[in-house]
């Protein structure tokens, strides 16, 4: 049992604390420390998630009114850790922390085991908090917030944070070491900009907030989040896909390299497994703290603005069917259409939707307006606007104004399409029989007149005819239009005769090849590329039967070309006047191990020699 406990300081790392009292006691080692505190002799001195806090504060009930929950939510990185993570993981931390159960696993659960962002190497202090906290206790304490990964600057001074002498993580696993003035070495960071430090300052709030409150986010929900903001940014396509090279272009030139440096979190769009990437895409991984908070700030959002942001699904408009907007249908505000797409535009970046309804009447929308009874443009009136515009107008002789009225739209759109009306009527009226026959008399004698001429060539001649006659019957046109011909003057290929002239090239470039210094190899790549017809003799060797066998009896395979290339350092070696040894001959032929069974026999055979 313990006689007495020093006082837990507010926002003090529970590591502070233990090595406090180690300091008071006088024990002599670190290991009676453990036996008074956690029942246990080999305590690990664990900054960031310690273990055992259940068996702690058994002992400390005797002194201060403080319980698990406390003591784990303002003395850990509990929360900084588990924000991020699912509810049920989130738990298994907490009761691991507490029992002492499952050492291992409470740094994997919360993914910093295999983060890419490492712990700081040594314990970090504020020289002004330092003097302060002597001014004030007599004495100085490790604090939570300056230890914490992605802290840098003191947030309260708005100063770069120093780096102590004592390791975060001790190769004497169990030793708890104390802070104090003397400790103080450096400052952590040197020559940054004012923008920079800034950036730090802002950063360290979040990730201080992130250590202090639980948000219990739901990482499919904070993705969700996530794109719609980038969507904001017109950084998603309309298929809803992160545009990242984009986005990592603005990620960088909103932070700078300097503070990504820092951080640990560069991002490279080339780079298959940037964190970017992987984090605004679907995943299971579990991320860093510091780098959500650095894309929540880059998306211009706090950690509680985000909470209340709307999740929106992939479809910014909902989900269908919606309701037809054209007044002069039966079906009008009714949901019935199924087709919408999609589109952005060029100048805001704002989604606008489509909206089709099968009565031909199409109008748009943008993702900016909540009122579903909100037409943006109409894109299309339909058969059903059109006839009843004509029926009003024409029929029921209401005027130009009563119309618009009614359909909710200008009177000048009415004047115009009740007009148009009749326009579409002359269109669709049928062609008259002896004036398509009279056409395609005069289309026969055009081709008559242009026997060696091309379709395309005849079409010039009379292009308002063969327009006539492509509208009101294609099937006649194409079937009296003269059929594309070959071009006799084109040039037919004398593949024989360019067998041979291939053949005597492709003899006098493996000649030559044989006599480069250093040895080439001779394959069909080398041949093509010396005589400059490598497509030629890759694509087309079946029409070449002389080239072909000429090429196949000069060709190499991987150990033919060895033992040529071993020959050659063996002369060179000679002539040199080296000893010839087997490292050396592999080395400078430049083999590579396993070598061929001939290969290697003929080295033997000439060192035995």
Same mark, same amino acid.
């Given at each position: 049992?313990?006689?007495?406990?020093?006082?837990?300081?507010?926002?003090?790392?529970?590591?502070?604390?233990?090595?406090?009292?180690?300091?008071?006691?006088?024990?002599?080692?670190?290991?009676?420390?453990?036996?008074?505190?956690?029942?246990?002799?080999?305590?690990?001195?664990?900054?960031? =998630?310690?273990?055992?806090?259940?068996?702690?504060?058994?002992?400390?009930?005797?002194?201060?009114?403080?319980?698990?929950?406390?003591?784990?939510?303002?003395?850990? /990185?509990?929360?900084?850790?588990?924000?991020?993570?699912?509810?049920?993981?989130?738990?298994?931390?907490? %009761?691991?922390?507490?029992?002492?159960?499952?050492?291992?696993?409470?740094?994997?659960?919360?993914?910093?085991?295999?983060?890419?962002?490492?712990?700081?190497?040594?314990?970090?202090?504020?020289?002004?908090?330092?003097?302060?906290?002597?001014? =004030?206790?007599?004495? +100085?304490?490790?604090?939570?917030?300056?230890?914490?990964?992605?802290? /840098?600057?003191?947030? $309260?001074?708005?100063?770069?944070?120093?780096?102590?002498?004592?390791?975060?993580?001790?190769?004497? $696993?169990?030793?708890?070491?104390?802070?104090?003035?003397?400790?103080?070495?450096?400052?952590?960071?040197?020559?940054?900009?004012?923008? +920079?430090?800034?950036?730090?300052?802002?950063?360290?709030?979040?990730?201080?907030?992130?250590?202090?409150?639980?948000?219990?986010?739901?990482?499919?929900?904070?993705?969700?989040?996530?794109?719609?903001?980038?969507?904001?940014?017109?950084?998603?396509?309309?298929?809803?896909?992160?545009?990242?090279?984009?986005?990592?272009?603005?990620?960088?030139?909103?932070?700078?390299?300097?503070?990504?440096?820092?951080?640990?979190?560069?991002?490279?769009?080339?780079?298959?497994?940037?964190?970017?990437?992987?984090?605004?895409?679907?995943?299971?991984?579990? /991320?860093?703290?510091?780098?959500?908070?650095?894309?929540?700030?880059?998306?211009?959002?706090?950690?509680?603005?985000?909470?209340?942001?709307?999740?929106?699904?992939?479809?910014?408009?909902?989900?269908?069917?919606?309701?037809?907007?054209?007044?002069?249908?039966?079906?009008?505000?009714?949901?019935?259409?199924?087709?919408?797409?999609?589109?952005?535009?060029?100048?805001?970046?704002?989604?606008?939707? &489509?909206?089709?309804?099968?009565?031909?009447?199409?109008?748009?929308?943008?993702?900016?307006?909540?009122?579903?009874?909100?037409?943006?443009?109409?894109?299309?009136?339909?058969?059903?606007?059109?006839?009843?515009?004509?029926?009003?107008?024409?029929?029921?002789?209401?005027?130009?104004?009563?119309?618009?009225?009614?359909?909710?739209?200008?009177?000048?759109?009415?004047?115009?399409?009740?007009?148009?009306?009749?326009?579409?009527?002359?269109?669709?009226?049928?062609?008259?029989?002896?004036?398509?026959?009279?056409?395609?008399?005069?289309?026969?004698?055009?081709?008559?007149?242009?026997?060696?001429?091309?379709?395309?060539?005849? $079409?010039? @001649?009379?292009?308002?005819?063969?327009?006539?006659?492509?509208?009101? %019957?294609?099937?006649?046109?194409?079937?009296?239009?003269?059929?594309?011909?070959?071009?006799?003057?084109?040039?037919?290929?004398?593949?024989?005769?360019?067998?041979?002239?291939?053949?005597?090239?492709?003899?006098?470039?493996?000649?030559?090849?044989?006599?480069?210094?250093?040895?080439?190899?001779? &394959?069909?790549?080398?041949?093509?590329?010396?005589?400059?017809? $490598?497509?030629?003799?890759?694509?087309?060797?079946?029409? =070449?039967?002389?080239?072909?066998?000429? =090429?196949?009896?000069?060709?190499?395979?991987?150990?033919?070309?060895?033992?040529?290339?071993?020959?050659?350092?063996?002369?060179?070696?000679?002539?040199?006047?080296? @000893?010839?040894?087997?490292?050396?001959?592999?080395?400078?032929?430049?083999?590579?191990?396993?070598?061929?069974?001939?290969?290697?026999?003929?080295?033997?055979?000439?060192?035995?020699?």
């Amino acid at each position: 049992m313990i006689g007495f406990i020093p006082k837990l300081y507010s926002n003090e790392l529970l590591y502070s604390f233990v090595a406090r009292y180690h300091q008071y006691c006088a024990n002599k080692s670190p290991k009676h420390t453990s036996i008074d505190l956690f029942e246990h002799p080999m305590q690990l001195a664990v900054p960031d =998630l310690p273990l055992k806090i259940g068996k702690l504060i058994n002992h400390l009930s005797l002194f201060i009114d403080l319980d698990e929950e406390e003591l784990i939510n303002s003395h850990t /990185f509990y929360n900084y850790y588990s924000n991020f993570i699912s509810l049920d993981k989130k738990a298994f931390v907490k %009761d691991a922390m507490i029992s002492g159960n499952n050492k291992g696993a409470v740094h994997m659960m919360t993914g910093v085991m295999a983060s890419a962002i490492k712990d700081k190497k040594f314990f970090h202090h504020c020289p002004l908090c330092l003097d302060e906290d002597i001014n =004030l206790y007599g004495e +100085t304490y490790w604090r939570v917030d300056h230890q914490l990964p992605g802290v /840098f600057v003191c947030v $309260r001074h708005n100063i770069v944070l120093h780096e102590s002498s004592v390791p975060y993580r001790s190769k004497q $696993r169990n030793l708890f070491v104390a802070a104090s003035k003397n400790h103080c070495i450096k400052p952590c960071l040197n020559n940054i900009s004012l923008k +920079t430090l800034e950036h730090l300052c802002c950063l360290a709030r979040h990730c201080i907030k992130i250590a202090t409150k639980s948000y219990n986010f739901e990482i499919k929900i904070l993705q969700s989040k996530y794109k719609n903001l980038l969507r904001q940014k017109g950084l998603l396509t309309i298929n809803g896909i992160v545009k990242q090279k984009e986005l990592s272009e603005q990620f960088k030139l909103f932070y700078g390299e300097e503070v990504l440096n820092i951080l640990q979190s560069n991002v490279c769009y080339e780079d298959s497994n940037c964190w970017l990437k992987a984090l605004t895409r679907k995943h299971r991984k579990t /991320f860093h703290p510091v780098r959500h908070i650095l894309l929540i700030h880059f998306l211009g959002e706090t950690l509680e603005s985000i909470q209340h942001i709307e999740n929106i699904k992939d479809n910014p408009f909902g989900d269908g069917p919606y309701i037809c907007l054209n007044k002069a249908a039966d079906h009008y505000e009714r949901p019935i259409i199924t087709k919408i797409e999609i589109t952005s535009c060029s100048k805001t970046k704002q989604l606008i939707g &489509t909206f089709k309804c099968e009565c031909g009447f199409y109008y748009t929308r943008k993702q900016e307006f909540s009122n579903v009874y909100k037409i943006s443009r109409i894109k299309q009136f339909g058969t059903i606007w059109l006839n009843t515009v004509h029926d009003l107008i024409h029929t029921k002789k209401m005027s130009y104004r009563a119309v618009a009225r009614q359909l909710d739209v200008d009177t000048n759109t009415i004047i115009k399409y009740s007009k148009e009306k009749h326009l579409i009527a002359n269109k669709e009226k049928p062609v008259d029989n002896d004036v398509c026959k009279i056409k395609k008399q005069e289309w026969v004698a055009l081709i008559e007149k242009n026997k060696d001429h091309s379709i395309t060539r005849i $079409r010039r @001649e009379n292009p308002a005819l063969y327009l006539f006659l492509y509208r009101n %019957d294609k099937k006649w046109l194409n079937d009296n239009s003269p059929k594309k011909v070959r071009d006799s003057n084109k040039t037919i290929i004398d593949w024989d005769n360019r067998d041979l002239i291939i053949k005597n090239e492709i003899l006098m470039a493996a000649s030559h090849i044989l006599k480069h210094e250093p040895p080439r190899r001779i &394959t069909i790549s080398s041949i093509g590329s010396e005589i400059g017809k $490598r497509t030629l003799l890759q694509k087309h060797m079946h029409k =070449l039967p002389k080239s072909n066998a000429i =090429l196949n009896n000069y060709l190499e395979d991987t150990s033919v070309f060895q033992l040529r290339r071993v020959r050659f350092i063996l002369s060179k070696l000679k002539e040199r006047n080296e @000893e010839i040894t087997e490292w050396k001959v592999k080395r400078v032929a430049g083999l590579k191990t396993p070598l061929k069974p001939e290969v290697k026999s003929l080295i033997k055979e000439i060192l035995e020699n």
